[in-house]
């Protein structure tokens, strides 16, 4: 902290503490333990918005990619230049800096395809973990999924949406005597319930959300022309409907990240900062064998130069593994109307390093809009004592923005076109279907990747119109499938799946 604001490099500025008769105190993150993850608590309309823009600008501005949920639309405003509101020009005068609006490099994205460039995962990349997480299933149901995706896999049979997962179960099924001595017992109930669900997660929307082109997880680590990091927000308003799916989706692209990125060891700066909002949607009710990965995947995913914050009400809707993890903190008001309610701010209190000249639990309840108890990490990696702070202002719009804002942003956007369009190439369900037609026995041999492999080549050499190809074509195309049956047997006995069970990297 210091007595005037810094303009040097590799700190954002968080605010400053206003004591009378003392100089301003400020209070900064320094980009190089950005990596070292975060928190963001408070009550609804304490600030915990503003405080998450706040941060998203000073990240985009030292040129760290930004990906957040917007589960309120306020975030849009991201993308459009500050109004000049009166309470922000006031707030800057307060603390003595320049009021000064901005806009930001932004990248829409949505689940259902409608507010922002779709998203989408295969049920392969998804993995049978996450999977039972989302549809909610026993841990007999989660067996049988994880037989379902181990049979798949030996056999090269990529899952990519719903109705392959739906015909993958159903060849389980009625197989079941002959993979019980290798897999054990696979119920038909077991298999019905799982069906069951999936109809429940199909009427919910999220048939969209699964199918190809997947998500390149790299597309969020992109400079503008001024070298700023790319905001990329996840338009979640809908979303939150189905808070499964949602926590669900944005565990899945945590994983992908840890999968996808190389160490780094200590940076200057993240390479990106991932904001989970919401943040207890993730823990509630979640078996310790996901608990377990979360934990793992937080701790070590700091290393490959992304850092995650939390954004929830309570500190204490993080587990105790996880919130020993978050060095750099904000703690918005806590409103105490039940004994109850009077534990959980006391509780709130006393993770943070203890500031003898300040009462924090009696703080965190008087704490005015826009204020919060601020404790970040210092140089040493240390935490600092904690202090009331007034929270700067951002320098984007702070609120929704309008449909054509939305639509001039994307039409402006480098995706364009490369995920409008779902693609539904030869899977599970086609290899299957074709297989039962031709009568074939069951082989493992890699023929599940073959026919992947020829829903690609199709395109290239047509399909199953023979009089029509030339005999040089025909020739290719047996030494290409010659090829690809040889590869398909190679690549299926070498699937490996990741931490989280998705498909490693």
């Known amino acids: 902290m210091s007595e005037t604001p810094s303009p040097a490099p590799g700190k954002i500025l968080v605010g400053a503490s206003v004591t009378e008769g003392k100089p301003r105190a400020y209070h900064y993150l320094l980009l190089a333990l950005g990596n070292r993850h975060g928190l963001i608590a408070g009550a609804t309309g304490g600030g915990k918005t503003v405080s998450l823009q706040l941060l998203a600008e000073g990240f985009s501005n030292a040129g760290t990619c930004v990906f957040l949920a917007d589960v309120k ?14 309470a922000f020009v006031a707030r800057a005068k307060e603390i003595g800096v320049a009021y000064e609006p901005d806009r930001f490099p932004v990248a829409f994205w949505d689940v259902f395809g409608e507010q922002g460039h779709p998203v989408r995962a295969s049920i392969s990349e998804m993995g049978p973990l996450l999977l039972s997480r989302l549809l909610d299933l026993n841990d007999v149901q989660e067996g049988v999924l994880n037989v379902v995706f181990r049979v798949a896999d030996e056999q090269g049979m990529l899952l990519l949406d719903l109705k392959d997962l739906r015909a993958m179960l159903a060849h389980v099924a009625e197989n079941a005597a002959a993979y019980k001595q290798k897999y054990g017992n696979v119920a038909p109930a077991s298999v019905g319930a799982i069906q069951r669900q999936l109809l429940v997660l199909e009427t919910q929307g999220s048939a969209n959300f699964f199918g190809e082109p997947a998500l390149d997880i790299m597309d969020f680590l992109r400079l503008d022309r001024d070298g700023r990091g790319v905001i990329n927000i996840l338009a979640a308003d809908k979303l939150m409907r189905a808070p499964r799916l949602y926590a669900s989706f944005l565990l899945w692209m945590l994983s992908e990240l840890f999968e996808a990125l190389p160490e ?28 377990s990965a979360i934990e793992q995947v937080v701790r070590l995913i700091r290393s490959k130069g992304v850092g995650v914050y939390f954004i929830t009400q309570n500190p204490l809707d993080v587990p105790d593994t996880v919130l020993g993890q978050l060095g750099n903190r904000i703690q918005h008001v806590l409103r105490a109307f039940t004994p109850r309610d009077q534990k959980a701010v006391r509780a709130a209190a006393e993770t943070f390093r203890d500031n003898r000249a300040l009462e924090e639990a009696e703080a965190i309840m008087q704490l005015g809009v826009g204020e919060a108890l601020v404790s970040m990490l210092d140089a040493k990696g240390t935490p600092e004592v904690v202090e009331r702070t ?22 402006a956007s480098a995706f364009g076109g490369k995920y409008d369009t779902m693609v539904d190439r030869e899977s599970a369900f086609e290899m299957l279907q074709a297989r039962a037609a031709k009568g074939e026995a069951e082989s493992g041999a890699g023929g599940g990747l073959l026919g992947a492999l020829g829903g690609i080549l199709g395109g290239i050499f047509g399909k199953g119109d023979k009089k029509r ?37």
């Open 264 to 291: 780094v060891g200590d940076l200057d700066k993240p390479k990106l900062v991932f904001f989970f909002d919401e943040a207890h949607l993730l823990f509630n009710d979640a078996p310790k064998a996901l608990l």
């Open 73 to 86: 639309g306020d975030l849009a405003g991201l993308s459009q230049p500050g109004e000049g509101k009166s």
């Open 390 to 411: 007034l929270i700067a202002p951002p320098s984007a719009r702070v609120g929704p923005i309008s449909p054509q804002e939305r639509t001039a942003v994307m039409a």
């Open 469 to 505: 190809m030339s005999p040089a074509e025909l020739a290719a195309r047996a030494a290409i499938q010659s090829a690809a049956r040889s590869a398909g047997t190679q690549i299926a006995r070498h699937i490996l799946r990741g931490v989280l069970g998705g498909m490693s990297k």
